[in-house]
């Protein structure tokens, strides 16, 4: 047994945060990486040293595992935990580690590579026995043999990069016309995200449940699992709403995939933590999906449920210490649920989102747990995954885990970049998730691209009394004057006239204010906001306001059910860039990987004019207009920043 005395965290944000709390309790040292982009983190911070490692883009830094096993030799430490994500499934890096004499904090490299090649896996999971999914996991990997396969398998099929995870290089294909297509995006994001393009097809398994079992395993060979984590909320293959216990599993159907994840870890000499993922039909009939070997990023509902500390218990298998429990000594307790916070617009199809955290509340409450990486002050970058913090609540069942953590998320309010916030509360209020039967199929039913919700008249009221009211306070501040002198006059009731720039375009805004009460006029629409001592009151009732900061010309509000953001638009200010420009922009910044066309190319509404790498996806951007292309303004491969623009169109007139 080797003991660890300091450990290095190859990672950034929220995880290498976790890691590092856990390792501090348990005396151990922690060094972290960052980047030039991540210079104000608050891991970097946390941490007991920290070691630049280059710029922002993940290829010249955080995975690039010379530069990483470099960085804990200069720091003298005794081991390298990779968090999950970046290296953490990389067979070479554990290698490479362990070349250089740190113990990795992981699996062995054999069992690392072999189940992240999803073809390899799914080979030694049949031979294990362990139930699989349908497919094609050949080495002939043309697109004619691959379209061959699939018409064999039949549609629905799902490609599936064989070295990917995370939803990266997976597209679902339903029929055979769109085949051809969705696999070029697929290899293209596979070789992109993980440096290879192979693929692997399955049979796609309608309606099912995500169902994932935690596994440990120590050097001495035992193996135990600590239940299961039932991950079928998911937007585009990747997870948004995850909880254990499972709704849909009874105690009879947990002992079998138990006993089917254990199985997986024993063929491959498994060491530490992993995780067994597992397709479950309406019949309960289960499907290996593949093996994680890393910490998930959904690992706190376990701990949670179990009372353990799985980063603890992966340190200490690491050092060769035995598991400190037998598999009937694992009970559930209660009920816990997560959802990710993310960088992304709900309005926009969740297309990530860059810029400055000007505030950040992290809510507080009975059975809550937030696992953030972030702070006030920092910036988004658009070279990392776009999630922001975990939110987790824990409950004696599972309806009160439910409602601790939809009263912790309408506390919980991120003023910057915009977040799902708003979305991830419909889901946890929507009558089939309350109820527990939520499948994969969820989110694509209920919520496919929600429409980005226009301000109505009351929230523009609201918003021009804040606006008013945050001027007057700026002002008595400066002149001494008192708070319930606000809104006085002599000379009668105040007039004021504002144009707010909301979701919808600019808006007129007529305020009259006598004292503490405020009438605001919009269009036919009349509104009354008072301001007393406690609270606020917009039509008699009571504004449920979590939160507000006025910055410049712009006003964020959190209210318990909703964000929005108004701007007070200056005289004479206008927009008409966009869609009737003919001027398509850069959504975000990114890689440019592809611009579509050429000049003098005609175009029609809805044509790939451009492919765009940011936050480690790839986004078509689409023309909204039809037209001749006069002008190309990038090139494929440049940096782009956030509204950019890429390409002009001449927009024909239409009737």
């Known amino acids: 047994m080797q003991k660890i005395n300091s450990i290095l965290v190859a990672n950034r944000g929220e995880i290498a945060l976790r890691i590092m709390q856990s390792a501090r309790s348990m005396g151990i040292a922690c060094v972290a990486v960052y980047t030039e982009a991540d210079r104000d983190s608050p891991h970097r911070r946390f941490a007991d040293q920290a070691i630049l490692i280059g710029p ?153 449940r995500h169902v994932e079992i935690q596994i440990l395993a120590d050097v001495h060979g035992h193996v135990i699992h600590l239940g299961e984590r039932d991950c079928s909320v998911q937007r585009r293959h990747q997870k948004v709403v995850e909880e254990a216990p499972s709704p849909a599993l009874d105690p009879a159907l947990r002992a079998r995939m138990g006993k089917a994840a254990v199985e997986a870890a024993r063929a491959i000499g498994y060491l530490g933590a ?92 009975a059975g809550l747990r937030i696992d953030a990486g972030i702070a006030t002050g920092q910036e988004i970058s658009a070279f990392y995954d776009p999630m922001l913090a975990k939110l987790v609540a824990h409950g004696r069942d599972r309806e009160e885990a439910r409602q601790r953590l939809v009263a912790g998320l309408q506390d919980c309010h991120l003023f910057g970049p915009t977040t799902n916030r708003d979305f991830l509360l419909q889901v946890l209020q929507h009558p089939e998730f309350a109820q527990g039967a939520a499948t994969t199929d969820f989110i694509g039913t209920h ?79 009349r509104h009354t ?59 975000m910044h990114g890689n440019l990987l ?3 066309v050429a000049a003098g190319d005609r175009v029609a509404a809805g044509d790939r004019i451009a492919v765009l790498e940011a936050m480690k996806m790839q986004h078509e951007i689409l023309t909204y207009n039809a037209g001749v292309t006069r002008f190309i303004h990038a090139q494929s491969g440049a940096q782009v920043k956030l509204g950019d623009v890429l390409v002009e169109i001449e927009v024909e007139e239409t009737e």
């Open 56 to 208: 922002g883009p993940v290829g010249a830094s955080y995975l690039d595992a010379e530069k990483i096993v470099q960085a804990a030799l200069d720091a003298g430490v005794d081991a390298v935990h990779p968090g999950y994500g970046f290296l953490s499934e990389n067979a070479d890096f554990a290698s490479a580690c362990a070349a250089a004499g740190l113990i990795f904090i992981g699996p062995r490299p054999d069992a690392i590579a072999l189940m992240g090649n999803k073809a390899a896996a799914k080979g030694k999971m049949l031979q294990a026995g362990v139930p699989c999914v349908p497919g094609y996991e050949g080495a002939e990997q043309a697109s004619e043999a691959l379209k061959t396969q699939a018409a064999r398998i039949g549609y629905p099929v799902m490609i599936k990069a064989a070295a990917g995870g995370g939803g990266r290089g997976m597209r679902l294909v339903s029929s055979e016309a769109d085949f051809t297509s969705s696999l070029e995006l697929a290899k293209s994001e596979a070789l992109s995200a993980f440096g290879s393009d192979e693929m692997i097809l399955e049979r796609a398994v309608q309606n099912p």
């Open 529 to 587: 906001v008072c301001f007393d001592a406690a609270e606020i009151r917009l039509d008699g009732r009571r504004v449920d306001l979590r939160g507000q900061l006025i910055l410049g010309d712009n006003l964020f509000v959190a209210l318990g059910d909703r964000q929005f953001q108004v701007t007070l638009q200056s005289a004479g200010a206008s927009d008409d860039r966009g869609e009737k420009s003919g001027e398509i922009r850069a959504p």
């Open 594 to 596: 592809e611009i579509c």
């Open 274 to 365: 992993g995780t067994v993922e597992f397709l479950l039909d309406e019949s309960g009939d289960f499907y290996f999906l593949e093996m994680n070997t890393r910490l998930q990023v959904e690992h706190p509902v376990t701990e949670l449920v179990t009372g353990l500390d799985l980063v603890a218990l992966q340190i200490s298998s690491a050092e060769g210490a035995p598991l400190s429990l037998e598999q009937e000594e694992v009970t559930l307790q209660g009920h816990a649920i997560e959802v990710r916070l993310y960088a992304e617009d709900p309005g926009q199809d969740f297309l990530p989102q860059a810029g400055v955290i000007h505030r950040w509340h992290s809510p507080k409450g």
């Open 447 to 525: 919520f496919d691209a929600p429409p980005e919700k226009e301000l109505g008249s009351e929230d523009l009221a609201l918003a021009a009394a804040l606006f008013l009211r945050g001027q007057q306070e700026s002002s008595a501040s400066k002149s001494g004057v008192t708070k319930e002198l606000l809104g006085w006059s002599s000379q009668g009731a105040l007039h004021s006239r504002l144009t707010l720039q909301g979701s919808s375009g600019p808006v007129l805004v007529q305020v009259q204010q006598n004292g503490s009460e405020m009438m605001a006029s919009i269009a036919d629409k």
